[in-house]
């Protein structure tokens, strides 16, 4: 009966570990959120007026033009900060936490089995002599000469 607790404890840490690891990812996906929301805030104010003003001025180009090539390379900057923050690199450490875990879930309902029950009541009842004691109260199906 220790074993599947002990297979139980091991299955809890893992857990514990893999919701850990989760958080963490979780926690970097929105810090690089954050970054992307904060560098494309910068991008719409500041770098539309300079940009615009600049290709205005030195390209030459028109009002439509110039605030048409501002917005593409914002929306490119934005597009790429915003793939960044989506990522969910595979985790070696995490999978290895989830695979223990269910070997441990598994070896823990294995061991759970009725036999692996039974087996230590059966054992304490053969060494206090009550198996013995119920065959002659009950009598032996297996008995010779057994009346029918």
């Known amino acids: 009966m220790v074993r599947p607790l002990r297979l139980a ?9 893999v919701v850990r690891r ?5 926690v970097r996906r929105a810090i690089l ?3 992307a929301a904060i560098f494309a805030l910068g991008v719409l104010i500041i770098a539309h007026i300079i940009a615009y003003l600049a290709l205005r001025q030195y390209a030459q180009f028109g009002p439509i033009p110039a605030a048409g090539i501002v917005l593409g390379v914002d929306l490119a ?10 990522g969910h690199p595979a985790d070696p ?6 695979r223990l875990r269910d070997q ?45």
Do not use: C, N, Y
């Open 93 to 98: 450490i995490m999978e290895e936490a989830i």
């Open 33 to 35: 959120g954050a970054v």
């Open 104 to 148: 441990s879930l598994e070896q823990a309902r294995q061991s759970m089995t009725l036999a692996a029950m039974v087996a230590p009541v059966t054992r304490i009842a053969a060494d206090t002599g009550m198996i013995r004691l119920a065959v002659r109260l009950l009598g032996s199906p297996f008995r010779r000469g057994r009346p029918t």
């Open 77 to 86: 900057i934005t597009i790429v900060f915003a793939v960044l923050a989506s």
């Open 9 to 17: 404890r091991v299955a809890a840490k893992a857990e514990i570990l």
């Open 22 to 26: 989760q958080i963490t990812g979780i």
